[in-house]
């Protein structure tokens, strides 16, 4: 009431580290996994390995992420002063080179697979899904991806087939629920001697754990998920072919998704295929990919960003 501010530490996780790191004398920190794609978690991990460098978010968002102010606050939605911040981040940065890291692991291959119009079936509806945006961009955008993905069932189905009889593993990274309960049960249909999992963020964590350990163990195995559900932290090393039919927007999650087939032990080389139905927001989501990869990759430099820019821009080009 009187105007001041009161800070409470969270009784979590990430509170109990920074009480650690205050009373340390060195930091050091480690990490296997890319930054995500917000410039306050960026932001508050230098900050917490080197709390004298980078000052408070704000001048670090005006100073290296565009921070500009409008009507609504501050955005800081941009990259600005790239070569400062790289020569910054070298200073106190080093990494491991990726190909170093995976070179004993088999081949990872990447494709990218557009679908003419006649090669997509109908999607299912998503009437009910747009009246729950109410109107948001940023919701009906994601939408606009689940349809595109409902659009690649009889493609996905037919490549999941001929997979299975040479005898390998796939997973299948979709969007909504229903989608993948649909595709799912399709496949269980269809296929009669290989077991086909499904599992998405309606599925108990327990659960999901107890299909990917089924899945792991299986010679020939179908798996069905929504990237939200599996995208992280799952190992899915034993994989022959990873399907991602709905399209990942960030390279963080790209990072992520690719990365559930490609770690140690390692025992298949493994093809990701990206799958694109022409006519649909997909082409627009590569578009936006093919901008965001090249800053992102310079400032992280992420070999498997690079590979993919290079793979997006070569089919563009086509």
Not at 99 to 125: C, G
């Amino acid at each position: 009431r009187d105007g001041s501010t009161k800070f409470d530490m969270l009784p979590n996780t990430a509170a109990a580290v920074m009480e650690i790191c205050k009373a340390a004398k060195r930091r050091f920190g480690l990490t296997a996994t890319p930054i995500p794609n917000r410039t306050r978690d960026l932001w508050a991990q230098l900050d917490l390995v080197e709390p004298w460098a980078w000052g408070k978010f704000h001048d670090f968002g005006v100073r290296y992420c565009g921070g500009f102010q409008d009507t609504y606050g501050w955005k800081y939605t941009d990259l600005s002063n790239e070569d400062e911040l790289l020569e910054r981040l070298n200073w106190s940065r080093y990494k491991t080179d990726q190909k170093a890291v995976t070179k004993n692991l088999p081949a990872k291959r990447r494709q990218i697979v557009y679908l003419d119009h006649d090669e997509q079936n109908r999607p299912a509806s998503i009437k009910r899904d747009l009246k729950r945006t109410k109107g948001d961009r940023e919701s009906i955008f994601e939408v606009m991806l689940y349809e595109a993905a409902s659009r690649k069932r009889k493609y996905i189905i037919e490549r999941v087939l001929e997979a299975v009889e040479g005898g390998q593993k796939v997973v299948i990274f979709t969007g909504r629920r229903t989608d993948c309960d649909r595709l799912g049960n399709d496949l269980s249909k269809k296929i009669k001697d290989a077991p086909v999992f499904c599992a998405h963020g309606g599925t108990s964590a327990d659960k999901r754990d107890q299909i990917r350990h089924e899945y792991m163990k299986a010679k020939v195995a179908v798996l069905v998920g929504t990237g939200d559900a599996w995208g992280e932290s799952v190992n899915l090393q034993d994989t022959d072919l990873a399907l991602f039919v709905m399209i990942p927007w960030t390279p963080r999650a790209i990072r992520q998704w690719e990365g559930r087939f490609s770690r140690l032990g390692q025992k298949r080389p493994v093809l990701i295929s990206y799958v694109i139905a022409r006519g649909t927001v997909d082409e627009h989501v590569a578009d936006i990919l093919l901008n965001k990869l090249p800053p992102v990759s310079a400032i992280v430099k992420d070999e498997t960003l690079e590979d993919l820019e290079a793979a997006f821009s070569s089919n563009r080009e086509d």
